[in-house]
């Protein structure tokens, strides 16, 4: 339940009213029912005189996170976080277009997908307008992940409303920025394909306590503070990756430095996931991979067609 504050708010937004005048209100409709209810069960009964039902408004809003495949009327408010270019491909009698938008709203991101002659629905709109899509209906795609589509029925309206999307949820759902290695900066989360042309390989022991590092004496491991442990073995494995533009150092830490090492990469290409990052003693960037996976080729041809 909403606290008075915010109920006072938005029956003064959604009508004339100015706050003490609800205030007054509010007041009056106590002494009437002898302070039977609490304030704020009273600033729902005087909405509801006001013709404003605060309660049917909320539970109709559908939130991001929410939105499950196979839904055939979705409703969503959000803000616009990318719009990609119209992307054409070939289709029986014609060419066919193709627009992605990523929405987000406070409790999410998902793809809205727009096709052919509804694009003109997103004329004019750009990225962080917030918008009402309305009559959309939801599926799944290749990826197993669940896009909102519109259809001929769909609408989308621009709305004068400020949608936070939390930082976090938008870089997620904005993902890693294919870079060319020649072209990465400081704090960047990328995505590079390149081939590892240098590797080495580092193993460490850690205290599985505090992770510090721990010292070796004869044939047991000592930490500064919890003493003698069975400690815990690290990798790290460093080098060069080239992608043709440019060559920059990267390095990989535990699960995911094994993961690299699994996949035999020397002289291979591959995509890799990570955060460019200055380093401390040289100054110089380098990326630290969060993932690796092997190139795949159906991913790179719809990468290149936007
Ligand atoms: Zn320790």
Redesign the pocket.
């Known amino acids: 339940m909403d606290n008075l504050a915010e109920l006072i708010k938005k029956i003064s937004e959604r009508t004339n009213l100015s706050k003490e005048e609800i205030e007054r209100k509010i007041e009056e409709k106590l002494v009437e029912l002898s302070y039977l209810i609490s304030k704020e069960g009273a600033a729902y009964i005087v909405a509801k005189e006001l013709g404003i039902d605060l309660l049917e408004k909320k539970d109709r809003s559908l939130k991001i996170k929410n939105i499950i495949p196979g839904m055939s009327k979705v409703d969503i408010e959000g803000k616009i976080l990318k719009i990609s270019d119209v992307r054409e491909f070939e289709r029986e009698g014609g060419v066919g277009k193709v627009v992605s938008v990523l929405l987000g709203d406070e409790t999410g991101t998902v793809r809205v997908v727009c096709w052919n002659s509804d694009i003109s629905k997103l004329a004019s709109l750009k990225e962080g307008d917030s918008v009402r899509i309305t009559n959309a209906y939801s599926r799944t795609n290749i990826f197993g992940n669940v896009e909102v589509h519109l259809s001929e029925n769909s609408s989308v309206e621009k709305i004068e409303k400020a949608i936070e999307v939390p930082e976090n949820l938008a870089r997620e759902g904005l993902g890693p920025k294919r870079k060319r290695l020649d072209k990465i900066k400081e704090g960047e989360f990328i995505e590079a394909k390149a081939t590892i042309v240098s590797m080495l390989e580092n193993r460490f022991y850690s205290?599985p306590?505090?992770n510090?590092r721990v010292e070796k004496i004869s044939d047991d491991f000592f930490?500064k503070?919890?003493g003698k442990?069975q400690p815990v073995e690290n990798l790290i494995v460093s080098g060069y990756m080239d992608d043709g533009f440019g060559a920059v150092r990267y390095l990989a830490f535990r699960d995911v430095a094994e993961k690299i090492l699994s996949m035999n990469p020397l002289g291979k290409e591959l995509i890799f996931v990570g955060r460019v990052r200055k380093n401390r003693l040289y100054g110089n960037l380098e990326i630290n991979i969060k993932d690796v996976f092997p190139l795949n080729i159906e991913e790179e041809i719809r990468k290149l067609c936007g």
């Open positions: 205290c306590e505090c510090s930490c503070d919890h442990v």
